[in-house]
Structures are given as structure tokens and as C-alpha cells.
């Protein structure tokens, strides 16, 4: 499939005529222009002022991002900008984003959207840029690491985190192209698994060396998710599969986080990432919402309180992992708080990114990789740690009333 969507129709004379992907860098220069200039003060009657204050920054998150990372005469963003004259200008590198970077932008633009209505051209136009990363391989479509690599070198995780990218969007604007993408992107996800160690998915198409918790606890929130949009029980029996082997082969019952992965001769990499606890946070609250079994209420509470032992800096809040890894676990705080109303899941997250703009951010703007420390330099400065916070900052705003 060459393109995701369909061509954008445009008036022309009386007509319609289509155009291709290729001059969406300039329908995103259009969308953009809209938000160079502050917009007009709106009221948010039911929103409090901290909500308020998230909503801002992320919004200035995507402005910066948008424009120092913007390709001259290239329909994608960089994955990287370099400092020029100090610490004020930065000039974005040739290299355009990976699929992984490319996957938080729609995140952080898709909650941009549940934000503000307005961001919706911006998130339609950037998600039709993503075509070029799309590629059949093997019978099956999925997002490619880079647009136009050769060979094919596609990751699994990768395509689990852009398949919750296209829901997050379909949730904000309900665009049915939005969950079609999902879908078809799901279904990349689904042939990396094998019953090698029982089941579970690989991390890498070319190379299937591993089964990572990264790339199983994201598609069984993928799963959880388009069971509830789709009403599709095949969904439901996959997530159901996956959190099975998933805790069987990588939760680690000392503490109950979860080990990074398992080599396909059943060694097993201990170490612990934030991401992978915030994503089983996340899945054990979606089996409550769909099922009301009281047991992932129980198994999602004791995945938060040691996730905060481990990862969350009592005497600062800072989040003690880089942003790309940390979000995960802040969106599963919020996701917790709604179901069990526990005001102290929701205090983690604002805490910890009241940090993050106080102390990660330098005086262009920008956000560094680590979400405890303050920030001295940024050389070069990376898209990921952009899209990571300003997703952040904007879906819970969203979430806050």
C-alpha cells in the first residue's frame, strides 16, 4: 500500500482535484501558520488551572518542534537538530525521524487534537506524510524503520506504538481512516508471533532473536483498544493470550516490574524499564474497564506503587528513566486515577512534569532526554524527547477536569 489514506481532496476551479502526499510539507506549513501567531483566548470552564498550564505547553512543544525540526523541501521532520551560534538557533540534520519518533509525533498530536479541534488538520496532514514509511514485505504492510530503506527493517514495537498513535487519534477526532490505519497496522504486529518459548511476539521482523515486554505490553493495549472500538472479540483473545505469556515469561515476582526481554534460548535480560511497567500499568486497567474482575484493579495498583519506588524521585518528583520510556508510566498513572480515583496516581504525573518544564528544558525551548536531572546543554537535540513531553503534557491536560 503506497499511501495510508486516501489523497486529500482540494478545490480547484469547481473541481476536485487529489493531491499526493508529497506536497504535505506544505499543507503542514499551512496548518502550522495557524499557531505561530498565540491563539485566541478560549474557556475551558471545567478545566483547572493546571490543566490549563499543560495545554500550553504542549502546545509550545509542537510549535518548537515543527519548526526546528522541519526539512527544507522535504515532506518529513528530522530526528535531530544541532546547535549553531550557542544555545538559540539549532539547524535540523538530514536525517529524517525514525518510525519510532514519527509514532510519538502522532501521539502528541493527536492529543493536541482532543485538546483543540483545531489541531486536527495539523494531525491529518502529518499523519498522510507517514505514507512513504509504509511497506509490504513478506504479505503484510507495516511502518518501516526509515522511508525507502532497503532492505526492509522493521520493528514490531515500533508499529505497536504507531497503531496506538492512529487510536489515540480516532478516539480525538473519530475519522474512521484513523482506525483503518490501525488496523492494517495491527495485523504487522500480529505476524511477529510464533510459538517459539510458547508464544509472544518478536522485537525485530529481520532479526528474531528476542521477545521483548516492549513489544508484547504495547500490543496488548493495541488489542484492548480496538476490541473497544471494533466490538471484534478476536481482539479480546489475543490481548488475553499475550498478558498470559507475558507474565509468565518476563514479570519479575520479587517486585512485580517486568524484565526487558527473553532470548530465544531462554536467558532472560533483567533489567527494568519504565515504559514496560507503565504499559502493563495501562493493560491491567483496560482488562478492568472491559471485564470488572477486581484482579487487575489489584495487579495495575501494585505495578504503580513499585513503579514509584523505583522510578519516581520522592524528593523532586522527577521521573528517574528518559522521557521516551517515562510517559508510558505517567499515562498509566492518570489511566489508574480514573478508575480508582486515588488523587495520589494523578499528583505523580503533574509532579513530574511540573519538573520536567522547570529543569529539562533550555532557553530555545527544548527538551533533553532525562526527565530528574536539570538540563546544562542539548547537543544535538532529538525529536523523540520533544514529542515524548508534549504528548505528555497534552493528553493529561486532557484528562484532567
Not at 493546571?50 to 526539512?71: C, P, Q, Y
Not at 533489567?271 to 474482575?293: C, P, Q
Not at 505517567?330 to 495520589?344: A, M, P, S, V
Request: net charge positive; with cysteine; aromatic share 12%.
Amino acid at each position: 500500500m503506497y499511501m495510508l489514506f486516501k489523497p486529500i481532496p482540494q478545490r480547484a476551479g469547481g473541481r476536485v482535484r487529489r493531491t499526493p502526499w508529497r506536497r504535505a510539507a506544505v499543507l503542514l506549513v499551512a496548518c502550522l501558520a495557524t499557531f505561530v501567531r498565540p491563539p485566541l483566548a478560549r474557556s475551558y470552564p471545567s478545566a483547572s488551572q493546571e490543566a490549563s498550564r499543560l495545554r500550553s505547553w504542549g502546545k509550545s512543544v509542537i510549535k518548537t518542534s515543527m519548526s526546528v525540526f522541519r526539512l527544507p523541501r522535504a515532506t518529513f521532520l528530522s530526528e535531530r537538530a544541532v546547535p549553531v551560534d550557542g544555545r538559540t538557533r539549532y539547524r535540523a540534520r538530514p536525517q529524517p525521524a525514525f518510525a519510532w519518533t514519527q509514532s510519538m509525533m502522532v501521539l502528541m498530536l493527536a492529543a493536541a487534537a482532543r485538546c483543540d479541534a483545531r489541531y486536527d488538520p495539523l494531525l491529518w496532514n502529518y499523519t498522510h506524510t507517514l505514507g512513504a514509511y509504509w511497506r509490504v514485505g513478506h504479505g503484510v504492510g507495516g511502518f518501516d524503520v526509515l522511508p525507502g530503506k532497503v532492505p526492509l527493517d522493521r520493528y514490531y514495537d515500533d508499529n505497536e506504538w504507531m497503531t496506538w498513535g492512529f487510536l489515540r487519534a480516532y478516539a480525538a477526532t473519530h475519522k474512521a481512516a484513523y482506525l483503518s490505519v490501525a488496523r492494517r497496522d495491527f495485523e504487522f504486529v500480529l505476524s511477529g508471533r510464533s510459538n517459539r518459548l510458547g508464544g509472544g511476539i518478536y522485537w525485530h521482523e529481520q532479526k528474531k532473536t528476542s521477545k521483548n515486554t516492549c513489544s508484547n505490553a504495547p500490543a496488548i493495549i493495541d488489542a484492548l483498544k480496538l476490541y473497544s472500538d471494533t466490538g471484534d472479540r478476536r481482539y479480546l483473545a489475543i490481548a488475553r493470550k499475550l498478558y498470559r505469556w507475558l507474565n509468565a515469561h518476563l514479570l519479575d515476582r520479587k517486585d512485580y516490574l517486568y524484565f526487558d526481554h527473553i532470548d530465544l534460548n531462554g536467558k532472560i535480560n533483567r533489567t527494568t524499564w519504565s515504559y514496560n511497567a507503565g504499559a502493563m500499568l495501562i493493560a491491567n486497567v483496560l482488562f478492568y474497564r472491559i471485564t470488572h474482575a477486581a484482579v487487575y484493579l489489584r495487579r495495575a495498583r501494585r505495578i504503580a506503587r513499585a513503579a514509584q519506588k523505583r522510578w519516581v524521585d520522592s524528593a523532586t518528583g522527577g521521573i528517574k528513566d528518559p522521557g521516551f520510556f517515562a510517559w508510558v508510566l505517567l499515562d498509566g498513572y492518570e489511566q489508574l486515577y480514573k478508575i480508582d480515583h486515588n488523587k495520589r496516581w494523578q499528583n505523580i504525573a503533574i509532579r513530574a512534569l511540573n519538573y520536567v518544564h522547570t529543569h529539562c528544558i533550555n532557553s530555545r525551548g527544548l527538551n533533553a532526554a532525562q526527565w530528574d536531572r536539570p538540563v546544562h546543554a542539548i547537543k544535538p537535540a532529538k525529536l523523540i524527547n520533544q514529542a515524548c513531553v508534549g504528548g505528555a503534557y497534552l493528553s493529561l491536560a486532557a484528562s484532567i477536569k
